[in-house]
């Protein structure tokens, strides 16, 4: 099929499983050759990392039509879920559409679907987001991410390791990762409920479902 025939609704959008490993080194290629364009650097990813997200279930890619009758369907898109600081934060990372499918919403589709994978996998999780790309903040806040300060944001030294091989790290180091050149941005989940609860009822709630016992109370 020819990419002028390539309309919106012919674009699969799956969460990723084993079967997608053989796109590994395209998307690879493609996330490379994106940040060339944009002249900013970009967390290293091996083959073996993003083929590990398809096996657990954290990576959504998005396919197009083979170009010939019995071809092989062709990457369009992708991108990937992390958890950090023991699963009280989450990114969706490594958002890519390639060049040939862009303009068609299916950065928007795939966005959409990681959000819901990284809800609900992890519904306590506050999810964030740190990127310099005005698509990405333009969806972000349609998903009610709101924007904050570095502060906000997991101390997790392996997530801060993924901004070493970006051109604007010295920028970072010298500010005490307190500010660079992207914009944080947070979805809280308790900001989107109505009341707060309080801690003592919810340390209730958990003992009644037996998430914690009173020891395990008093220990943490
Ligand atoms: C950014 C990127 C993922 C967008 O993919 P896409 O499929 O063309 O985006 P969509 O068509 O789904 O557009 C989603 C929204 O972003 C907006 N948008 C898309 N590209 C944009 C751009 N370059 N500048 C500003 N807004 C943009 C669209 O208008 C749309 O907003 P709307 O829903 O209000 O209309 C794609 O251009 C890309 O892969 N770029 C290189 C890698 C990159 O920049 N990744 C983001 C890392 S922060």
């Given at each position: 099929?020819?990419?002028?025939?390539?309309?919106?609704?012919?674009?699969?959008?799956?969460v990723a499983d084993e079967s997608h490993e053989r796109y590994v080194d395209t998307i690879l290629h493609t996330?490379?050759?994106?940040?060339?364009?944009?002249?900013?650097?970009?967390?290293?990813?091996?083959?073996e990392y993003l083929?590990?997200?398809?096996?657990?279930?954290?990576?959504?890619?998005?396919?197009?039509?083979?170009?010939?009758?019995?071809?092989?369907?062709?990457?369009?898109?992708f991108s990937y879920i992390e958890t950090w600081g023991n699963k009280q934060y989450v990114t969706t990372s490594?958002?890519?559409?390639?060049p040939d499918f862009r303009g068609l919403g299916i950065?928007?589709?795939?966005?959409d679907m990681t959000f819901s994978l990284a809800r609900t996998r992890w519904p306590h999780?506050?999810?964030?987001?740190?990127?310099?790309?005005?698509?990405?903040?333009?969806?972000?806040?349609?998903?009610?991410?709101?924007?904050?300060?570095?502060?906000?944001?997991t101390d997790?030294?392996?997530?801060?390791?993924?901004?070493?091989?970006?051109?604007?790290?010295?920028?970072?180091?010298?500010?005490?990762?307190?500010?660079?050149?992207?914009t944080a941005m947070l979805f809280d989940p308790e900001e989107h409920l109505p009341a707060k609860i309080p801690q003592n009822v919810l340390d209730r709630i958990n003992r009644l479902e037996g998430r914690i016992t009173n020891s395990q109370e008093l220990r943490d």
């Open positions: 099929m020819d990419n002028k025939d390539i309309t919106a609704e012919s674009i699969q959008i799956l996330i490379e050759e994106a940040a060339k364009v944009r002249g900013t650097g970009i967390a290293k990813r091996t083959h083929a590990n997200k398809m096996f657990e279930a954290k990576a959504v890619i998005a396919l197009a039509p083979p170009a010939e009758p019995g071809g092989d369907m062709r990457f369009a898109g490594g958002l890519i559409v390639h950065a928007k589709r795939i966005k999780a506050k999810i964030f987001s740190l990127t310099s790309g005005k698509a990405v903040m333009k969806m972000n806040t349609q998903l009610g991410y709101q924007p904050v300060t570095f502060d906000d944001l997790d030294e392996a997530f801060w390791k993924g901004c070493e091989g970006c051109v604007n790290i010295n920028v970072l180091r010298e500010r005490n990762r307190k500010f660079c050149i992207c």
